[in-house]
Nanobody, 119 residues
């Protein structure tokens, strides 16, 4: 079984930066795409950014130009560099991975890390 551990959240002022990390551990699987989602209080969990094993990226319109997702395949780790943060970026950020154990793809989630942006 894969285990995703996400970290790097915190409290930052508007205009500041944070860098989130997500490390996958375990054995017996191949990780395909990975990504970040976020969920604000009372709202649904929304896509922030994804990255394929080959490095192709996709971003939500609200974060384009401010956030950058990157990946280290050798270490099964992804990062989310968040710049020019806004109060509306406040949410719990969850790491996600599409994992193949040999019988098809499964979704796995990290435990979440809180990002709070003060105005």
């Amino acid at each position: 079984q894969v285990r995703l551990v996400d970290s790097g959240g915190g409290l930052v002022q508007a205009g500041g930066s944070l860098r989130l990390s997500c490390a996958a551990s375990g054995s017996g699987f191949v990780i395909n795409s990975m990504g970040w989602y976020r969920q604000a209080p009372g709202k649904q969990r929304d896509l922030v950014a994804t990255i394929t094993r080959g490095g192709a990226t996709n971003y939500a319109d609200s974060v384009k130009g401010r956030f950058t997702i990157s990946r280290n395949n050798a270490e099964n780790t992804i990062y989310l560099q968040m710049n020019s943060l806004k109060p509306e970026d406040t949410a719990v950020y969850y790491c996600n991975a599409v994992v193949n154990y040999g019988l098809g793809n499964n979704l796995s989630w990290g435990q979440g890390t809180q990002v709070t942006v003060s105005s």
